[in-house]
């Protein structure tokens, strides 16, 4: 390569974090001080933000997926010539892993597997199940729904992804055989779907999405997962269909309420998978946002669209 | 379409089995008797195999992956005009689909999560792992380890596969950043992987593949699984690593002594996951039989390559 050499600053710690700084080498730039910049990457709160950027600085990396105390705080305005990127879309992977790690767990039985003391082939052999040739429904096509899709293809499940619109879902790794429909005709899925993995936003609407209607009309073989809020799912509802064997259970990393109290009968269902909202722990976050930044500083050096953007107008 | 029908028999059922003829009709061919089928379908054992075929017959699908009954009784000898085809890699995509789940519930942190009775997420943080951007040495690129390769590569994982060959390994949604060494130089990968899956052959040349010295030159963290047979693992080794925390768990379908009676300590130890030889259940064979018939049949219409072909002089 003989282009010319790219600085990037990492703020506003000193010395950066190990794991940043190798992104920014890896993908073949420099880290430079802020002064002789080109691109910025932050991993500190708004309100460290400098006033007054470098007139060399054209790109500005943020920390955060969400990032609406970044416009609170008045950064994206303050800096009109620059671009800013958040980190839409790094957290996403661990939780739509985890995300198949509990719905595999479910349909191949594992957690009664693990209460067993012998060798129970002949008992267990009629539940362990496939996701093979099953339709697993993916409420939310956000970023973990969209990381979600890839890891299921290769199993040979049927997805159908539900999103606002009803516009087919795309993306990396997503091949057309998947079927998109709109949050509207969600209604008509039930009893057709074998899974239903929930990852959507926590809104009044969605609120209570899964309840007592929606768990009578899926089979007593589905098992729903919840890695998105605790709201989108009915508690009580969900603890008399497992309860009841109406469905073949639930694997929640996420629960209503959370922290999901000591005694809650969630805790002892046998067909119940309750993790503390650890889809994601703190030093994923860290390497998945070492990654996003090695893929951004990559883009920046080849002048390619950035990952991420954020669009002063939209707010986000 | 303006072909003209195919036709295929079943035998030596009557009526054939549900699952088997719906595959021959979802394939686009018409369902017969044999005395005028282009095709057969048998899910019977060898013995009760027509001594003659109608001149007709051009193809057989036996319901066998290892074929070597059929060879013994002189099926393939009798019928030299005919192609047979086995259901090699037909029943492999459960197993690796189970090999998977384990995999991943280890890394996740599963069973110690199923033991919770509280919300112990500062506890469980620091445990909860990823795939991502970790390497994962299957030992065996049969059946087996070719399925579970395309179901690896979404989660981002490094993927190392041992063959006797060294040779790369291809195939349907294997990538050429796998990378093949040969069983030889298996040595030099224990430091180096973070996990292991064991999918290969039992032979003398493998018992014992994962043994004490291995045990000790893994990680930590680094989870084993093994869904092959149980005499590739020394199970006193294993114990002795699992008790120690020399690794971080293992994962078994297999084991040795297979059942693995009451009383063993893998049924105990909090880093062992126990299945008992269950990952391709009857059920599943069943289905997954089928879905090879449908594959092999559409082939067969479409005058394409048929899946499992045998070969008369090879002997499988």
Do not use: C
């Not at 040739?133 to 992804?161: D, F, N, Q, S």
């Amino acid at each position: 390569m003989n282009r010319p050499a790219v600085s990037i600053a990492i703020g506003p710690t000193d010395p950066p974090p190990t794991l940043v700084e190798k992104a920014v080498l890896e993908a073949g730039a420099v880290v430079s001080g802020l002064d002789e910049a080109q691109g910025l990457i932050w991993v500190g709160d708004p309100e460290e933000f400098p006033d007054e950027l470098p007139a060399r600085v054209e790109w500005v990396q943020l920390p955060a997926a969400g990032v609406e105390d970044w416009f609170t705080a008045g950064i994206i305005a303050r800096h009109p010539g620059v671009r800013f990127t958040s980190a839409a879309g790094a957290f996403a992977a661990s939780v739509a892993e985890h995300a198949l790690m509990l719905l595999l767990a479910g349909v191949r039985y594992l957690p009664e597997h693990l209460r067993a003391t012998d060798w129970r082939q002949q008992d267990f052999f009629p539940h362990v199940g496939t996701l093979r040739g099953k339709t697993v429904t993916i409420v939310g096509a956000g970023g973990i729904g969209r990381a979600l899709i890839p890891m299921l293809v290769p199993l040979g499940a049927h997805i159908i992804a539900v999103n606002r619109s009803g516009r087919p879902v795309t993306g990396p790794g997503i091949p057309s055989s998947v079927e998109t429909i709109s949050a509207d005709h969600l209604g008509r899925i039930w009893p057709h779907t074998d899974h239903v993995v929930v990852a959507a936003p926590a809104t009044p609407a969605t609120r209570h999405l899964v309840g007592a209607d929606e768990l009578a009309r899926l089979k007593p073989s589905s098992w729903i997962v919840n890695v998105a809020r605790g709201s989108l799912v009915d508690t009580d509802a969900l603890v008399v269909a497992l309860s009841s064997g109406a469905i073949g259970g639930a694997a929640l990393d996420v629960t209503d309420p959370e922290p999901l109290p000591a005694g809650h009968p969630l805790w002892k269902l046998p067909n119940a998978i309750v993790t503390p909202h650890d889809s994601n722990p703190p030093q994923l976050r860290f390497a998945a946002f070492a990654d996003h930044v090695e893929a951004n500083v990559k883009r920046f050096l080849d002048g390619a669209e950035l990952l991420a953007p954020i669009d002063p107008a939209r707010g986000y």
